[in-house]
């Protein structure tokens, strides 16, 4: 079943992937994406995690401050082994305490005293082998997934529902841009194929809706990447909102990493 729904990935139009146009079969499937993931793809095209960040991210993993927020995260919510979602822009709810008990040293304009943010337009979202999301719906979001390190597999459903058909399943490398609209690819479950210990990263973008032009004559909807509506891990599998809240912001993590790279023990 499950390289059956690899091979439907590749069959399907558009693609599930992004790139430029290199062939006219590329072409073909890529002809009927909204123009604006072309616009975000030229934006992350580029981005890079370099070597020691890699490592340094996985010495965090083990035991640094990533394994202390995921271990945090399972025991509020133990239905699946959690990922961390890290705000680019914005703040995440474990900031004041990780600065608190690191003893970290941040620049006076990214201290705030206010819970973490959800809803970043930019986020990056780090997966633990074995690790995995709920099936969840992005809504009227329409954004596209970067893969950063390691390898994650996307599958693909055509409803919100436990039972919901299977479209496909694609796998996510490094530098490799998937995507999703409105209506098409909204719903999706993302998990990390790898070992226990090793892990895989994406960069997420969002835009929502109302701030995209072209789609403002579309009728009105309820959800923007604030929250996204998911499918619960344990029977009954009933319907969940979950509120996109970061764990960690950028700026902490980065004091993170410079201190597993310095000091990895």
Request: net charge negative; with cysteine.
């Amino acid at each position: 079943m499950g390289s059956l729904r690899r091979e439907n990935a590749g069959k399907l139009s558009p693609s599930p992937f992004y790139a430029p146009a290199a062939s006219f079969d590329d072409f073909a499937t890529t002809l009927f994406i909204p123009s604006i993931i072309s616009t975000l793809y030229e934006k992350v095209k580029f981005l890079r995690f370099a070597p020691w960040e890699i490592s340094a991210i996985q010495h965090s993993l083990d035991s640094g401050v990533l394994k202390t927020v995921l271990d945090k995260k399972f025991k509020a919510d133990p239905s699946h082994p959690a990922y961390i979602r890290i705000a680019i822009t914005g703040k995440g709810n474990y900031d004041d305490w990780i600065v608190k008990e690191q003893n970290l040293k941040l620049a006076d304009e990214e201290k705030k005293d206010v819970k973490g943010d959800f809803g970043q337009a930019t986020v990056l979202e780090i997966w633990p082998g074995g690790h995995y999301s709920t099936i969840h719906s992005h809504g009227n979001t329409t954004g596209i997934l970067l893969g950063m390190a390691g390898h994650l597999d996307i599958l693909n459903y055509d409803s919100l529902d436990w039972n919901a058909k299977k479209v496909a399943m694609i796998t996510l490398h490094p530098g490799q841009v998937c995507w999703l609209h409105q209506e098409t690819f909204a719903v999706h479950k993302v998990s990390c194929p790898l070992p226990r210990y090793q892990f895989g990263a994406s960069f997420h973008v969002y835009v929502n809706k109302d701030e995209l032009p072209k789609l403002q004559m579309a009728p009105p909807g309820s959800e923007n990447r604030d929250a996204f509506d998911s499918v619960g891990e344990l029977e009954p599998h009933d319907f969940e909102v979950m509120t996109t809240y970061s764990d960690l912001s950028w700026p902490v993590l980065r004091q993170e990493l410079i201190r597993q790279r310095v000091s990895p023990s």
